[in-house]
Nanobody, 120 residues
Framework: QVQLTESGGGLVQAGGSLRLSCVVS????????MAWFRQAPGKEREFVAS????????AYSESVKGRFTISRDSAKNTVYLRMDNLKPEDTAVYFC?????????????WGQGTQVTVSS
């Protein structure tokens, strides 16, 4: 059973930075396709960033491209989301997701989420 545990959320002023972490247990980390999603109040969950595998390709939504960076540390079984130049519209619950398949947009495993609040 794969477990994902996020941390690193909090309250930050606009223009500030945060780094989210997601620790993975229960499966070989390097083979997992990983992603970050977010859900703002009253809105649907949306894709933020993905990493196909350790050393593989990454992708970002247009709204965060150039400000957010997804990275992985295989030694720590952890995926990170570095968020710079945060905006109030980035306020949301951020979720870590994982899937064992190499390709696709579906994710089988999800974390519990961590709240990010950006004040103006």
């Amino acid at each position: 059973q794969v477990q994902l545990t996020e941390s690193g959320g909090g309250l930050v002023q606009a223009g500030g930075s945060l780094r989210l972490s997601c620790v993975v247990s229960g499966r070989t980390f390097s083979s997992l396709r990983m992603a970050w999603f977010r859900q703002a109040p009253g809105k649907e969950r949306e894709f933020v960033a993905s990493s196909r595998s350790t050393g593989g390709s990454v992708a970002y939504s247009e709204s965060v491209k150039g400000r957010f960076t997804i990275s992985r540390d295989s030694a720590k079984n952890t995926v990170y989301l570095r968020m710079d130049n945060l905006k109030p519209e980035d306020t949301a619950v951020y979720f870590c997701a994982a899937d064992p398949s190499i390709w696709g947009t579906k994710y089988t495993y999800w974390g519990q989420g961590t709240q990010v609040t950006v004040s103006s």
